[in-house]
């Protein structure tokens, strides 16, 4: 069965404008990335990664070119349709956690339920146990993100990500604030969400991880290389 | 509760002290507002009340003379008069003790003071005077120390104390407390009055008429005087009254427009306070801002969130500024009422007031803050993630970065803080302003404070006498002056003529074209009467018939240097007089003076060579001097059978004047503290999210070895960076409006105060800024030593 894609970038560029002149982020760089696909990217600082994650994400929009995501074209949509289509179709995952600090840990996770108006009000709570039960966290649910452990943290952070049932889960750097234990565990999570069906892709630094996923994308000056090409 | 909101409640939860410093910031201004309005109205309501329940007259009229009950009654029966009542009022001496010493006061009297028919007085306790048994003022009890019910005061009658009984306290709507007033008032019956005063009769009258309209009393004051003429009375002066407006109304209705001013402008300083706050709040909370919209939060979701946080501020803020508005403004209302002698109403919200508290303390920090919500959640999400870490803000791009770090060779503790200082423009902006305008508030109200003591003194100096006397009849001046120049501690004396007249513009005639003039003849030459002229010249002996007028005066009759005239004199008609000189006084009754040559003056009264009253000047100019040639004056003359009828201290009459206008001074300086607290508060706000702004940079310093004490310095010093700079915006903002803030001023109370700069407030408030300064850093200074490097790098 021939499958999805998920992720369509077709030449997109980003400029940045410096003190010093325009910085191309991103040269016209194309991707096709198919659901259920686990896709790590790697790339020396300042290559573009973030960049790239930003494109996809919606975070961020190119300077040209088109990008197509879960089959929506982002280029036209306005911010706040972004934040809506985001909030459904993405789970982001930051290397900062960036849990917000005054809520619990569920609190974070019914969070993007509550903007998408996704689950009813009631269900929430017990759709976020779910989760952190995916993640073996049910016991830390109702701690404030200062309370916890970096792992912990993180592994609440990909709950939150999960919380709508995304297509696509992004992760920027998500184990490089993490010590080597905590990112394997972290990993295997991730892995977890790909034999379920996710499509995943994550920026890494780590060689070691990026050995283990199936697909990795080299970022570098602005371009994308697989396997040493260009990918198609 | 839904779990955004949830965010929103912890969020202020957790900041205790940024929530306790927006709800403050609110709180003021809110509570100035209230405190205002409320005392404004309760004031207002209260005078109109009282002096409607005292059923007004519609006019005074002060008689040359007495009258008996039949005069009245016949004055009732001129068409145009509608009522008539007489009273009496003398001055006499006092005293509690025989041994005492006596003191100047005064005694009322009517026909029957418990029926009385127009502005009425009323009996707060005890009885009414009855034979030996007297009434007294309620507000002098504390005042001048009169007794209370039981108590004992001694009269001067035949130069011999007469003791009469305390059996009632009064309240006389005409009469205040001190410095409003300067004697004790005591209420007697006719027959006590007579042998007391020693005259019997009424030489006041109050009369209403069928219709009030100024018009109708004019006509109907003219119909009386004509009427009293003709019997060989007159009516010296008079006084037009609003039936249902206190005569004082115009006044208090100036003093609240002041205030009212000065409360919005504390608002004013609140919003921006809060706008600051606000910008701040929404500065810090940009990433996670970001990390909502990545999430799924649409902006309208984020603003309604951060509004829902602005409207709970509202709501804490007026938990506290309602009560203590209204606490506030019912105490300032008691005192002006009592200043004021009207009751005071007891403790009131007033539902108006608490409305408009609400409206301004849920509307005004909604609008403060849209425009920082709306900046601040139009970020876009990469730019708003983004935002961690040390170097936010792009340092160095702009100007005043390029010139704060141009500043080289100076500790670098302290080219930390003064660059730091200016790194956010907006915040600095409006603490800055906020710190300026209280600042040039006090410069203002401090030099106002100056002028008015000032103007006093140059109009007490103009008139350079130091005792004066009144001669209960003329004397001749030739045989009195050598007299008094004879007695000890005199340097000089002379004589003038006092008389009330008309004056009116050449030509002009009927209701409204007649001007009550107080008219002084002075002597040409003299070393004690150096008015201050504000155009033309002084008189000269050579002139025939040259006058000096009040500046005012002349104002309302529309007439100037050169102008004629026209003087109705009582007993001598009307002759014309030309203006030679304006001049700056605050004499007579509305600063309705005139002054001219003694000397011509009396041969147009067929009066040469007599005066009445005396002006001294002593060796030495202080107090003591001046009330021993009083004393020495009263003990002197009445050895020679010719009586004082009322003599005056300049110093003491100085000092009553200047305690008058410090009661308005001191409420405008109370308006102040309550600004200065608000720009400390902006102050001591701003460098509090400094603070939260840079604990990475702190940790940084602390990491590459800052001690807590090098941290607290780059704060404070930030600080009185702050507070100096805004004292270099002050002083010239203070000095330069600090004469239209006078001249406002002066115009709302009537009295024309000439701009004197106060420049010892400039360094007082150097003193305060820099107290403030340290006071409003210590707080986000000492919190910037508690961070530790771990925390403080760790922190997102």
Redesign the interface.
Known sequence: MAKNIIIDLQGIGKTFDG?AGPIHALKEVSLKVYSGEFVGVRGPSGSGKSTLI?MI?G??RPTRGAVKVTGELLNNMS??QL??W???NVG?I?Q?F?L????TVM?NI???M???HAWKPKERPERAMHLLDQVGMTDQAQKLPNMLSGGQQQRAAIA?SL??EPALVIGDEPTGNLDSKSADKVFYLFEELVKQGKTFMMVTHDLGLASRIPRVIEVLDGDLFENGNRPK | M???F??VW??LW?NKGRTLMVIMSISVGVMAVGMVVSSNILVTRQMGDTHIESNPSHALLYLAGVVDEDTISSLERIPSVKGVEGYSNSYIKWKTTLDGKWEDGSIISYAELENQTYDKMTLKDGAWPESKFIGVEEVHIQSFNAPEIGGTVYFEINEHPRAYTVNGILRNPWVFPAPMSENAAFYVTQNDFAKIAGYYGFDTLQITVPEYSKENVEFAIDEINDKLEFQGMSIAFSEILHPEEHFLQEIVSGVGLVLTVMAIASLGLSVMLVINTINALIAQQI??IG???????????ITILYMSAIFIYGLLSLVIAVPIGAYAGNALAKWMLNLLNVPATPFEILPNVLLLQIFIGLITPLVAGIFPILKGVAI???QA?SQ?GIGRGQYG?RLIDRLTSGIRGIPILAALALRNTFRRPGRVALTLLTLTISGAFFIMVSSTQYSFVKTIDTIFDGFGNEVQIEFEQDQRIEEVIPLIESRPNVKNAEMWVFRIADAKVPGTSGPGSEYEVFVRGVPSKSPIFKPKLTAGRTLDPADARAILLNQKLAGKMGVGIGDEIVIDLPDAGESNWTIVGLVFDLGGRDQNTAFADIDTLNRTLNNVGKSAVVMIQGTEQNLEIQQAIEADMIEFFDAKGMTIDSSAVATEERNNAAAQFGILTNLLMMMTVMMAIVGSMGLSGTLSINVIERRREIGVMRAVGASSKDVGIVFTGEGLMLGLTSWLFAVPIGLGVGPVFVKALGSVIDFPAEYHPAINSVWIWFGIVVVLSIVASWIPARRATQISVNESLAY?
């Open positions: 003190p930003n994400t975070i961020d911010e706040d934040a809506r985001r909030g459904k982001v930051f900062f960036q917000l600090p005054t809520l609190e019914i969070l993007p509550e903007f998408c939150r919380a709508n | 839904k779990i955004s949830l965010k912890r969020d957790l990433p996670q990390i909502m919209k990545t999430i799924g939060s649409t902006r309208r979701q876009p999400a990469a993630i961690t791009y997102e």
